[in-house]
């Protein structure tokens, strides 16, 4: 077997949605595994870990009311699907008996905290990553009714991480000896492995999650991991489009962008991907595929290390909302050298995610935008780091404000291509839409601005339409 020509195929949440899309599904995997071998990463159905997540939240309060509800769903959606895609009566057995023992488990989970009235990161984890552990087996089943072989595989054996809960990062050189040890032997036999999207674990076992839409990252950890030639993210839109779709109805699809690009539009909440996806492929080149498992004849969008310039220099907008905008400000901020490294020591010691910077040394203060949900450590953070300069009104304020989003324009070509800047800004101007701050990457593949969330889709299609990408891409 040819490692190179190994095939790493990546289904979302709705492309296992119900029987039809993971029927669907196996036939997209069956078609490729005739060619060349074929891992598979497979998402909670649809809407799965969202429940979980809430479950987990109300436990945390002590109601355990909810709970029979929660798990007697989960157990009939998944029952539903087993019972429509499976004839054989054996394999339909073993997927329930593996559905019961994980519900089991999130029962035990979900009372455990309700009892305790904690919930911790850790549990959070375990409880965030069961949807993946009752698709993964319906999925390896669903194939294996084709007549190909194929076994789900706990991501828990494969991918090792750090143990930074909800958000944790692969370690690949332990990656890749658990992959070859536990997945190499499956592919050489002919076997599909289906591997559990999200979830991973630590050296000595403890589960983690490399955070939410965190699939498309375990699809290209194991494809970095296993040398594959190619990982194919198969979602419910025809591939990356030039700005979200939920946004601009009229976004086009793009056949061809860069890892930069992709991976500015996904750190700037392109939800199609997850901020981290390109990291482990980028740096051997191997492509990626955007593919819409609903319409598979369709060619998606490849992700390489070239990009196909774009006419006027911006390929694609993105926007983010649920951030807020936090600022350390004060009289004395313009003589505190050392402002800066603290505030960031600060934000790395609360492992918040910085989107965006600037300072305003004749407005005395810096500005930086976080997700919300890292928002009360960094801010406690903040104030614990600066309680001395607080006290002596040198910083007079450490504020926090959610009523913000940020809006990107990202392309390789914006780099050499003068005015965008302007035209961006003056187009905001006449909508009447006023920026609150701005930054452009040093590398010049995106321009950023902060500006009031409730203008967040009226900047989006204003700029789609003045940067004429509903021109470019295809359909
Ligand atoms: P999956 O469950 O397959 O992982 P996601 O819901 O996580 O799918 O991501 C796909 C969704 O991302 C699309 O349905 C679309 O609404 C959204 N999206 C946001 N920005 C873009 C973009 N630039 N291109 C394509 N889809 C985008
Ligand atoms: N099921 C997880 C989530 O909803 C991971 C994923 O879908 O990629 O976040
Ligand atoms: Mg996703």
Known sequence: MNAATLCVMKFGGTSVGDASCIRRAAEIVKAEATLRPVVVVVSAMSGVTNRLIDAARRAETGDEESLPALVAGLRQQHSTAADELLKDHQRRKSVGDAHAAVLEELERLLRGTALLRELTPRILDTISGIGERLSAPLVAAAISELGLPSAAVSATEVIVTDGHHGR?????????????????????????????????ATITGVQTTLGRGGSDYSATILGAALGAGETIIWTDVDGVKTADPRLVPEARTLPEISYNEAAELAYFGAKVLHPNTLRPVTAAGVPVWIRNSFEPVKPGTK???????????????????????????????????????RSFAATAAARANVLFVTQSSSQNDICFVIQTADEKRTVAALREAFAPEMEEHTVEHISADRSVAIVAAVGENMRGTPGIAGRLFSALGREGISIIAIAQGSSEYNISCVIEETAMQRAVQTLHKEFRLEDSGAN
């Not at 690949?172 to 591997?195: Q, W």
């Open 303 to 341: 992700i390489t290390a070239a990009s196909k310039s774009a006419r006027n220099g911006v390929k694609a907008l993105t926007a983010i909302r649920d951030v807020t905008l936090v600022t350390v400000g004060g009289p004395g901020i313009v003589g505190l050298r050392d402002v800066l490294a």
């Open 168 to 200: 944790a990062e692969p370690l690949m050189s332990p990656t890749r000896e658990r992959a070859e040890a536990r997945l190499r032997p499956m592919l050489n036999s002919g076997e599909v492995p289906v591997v559990t999207g999200f979830i991973a």
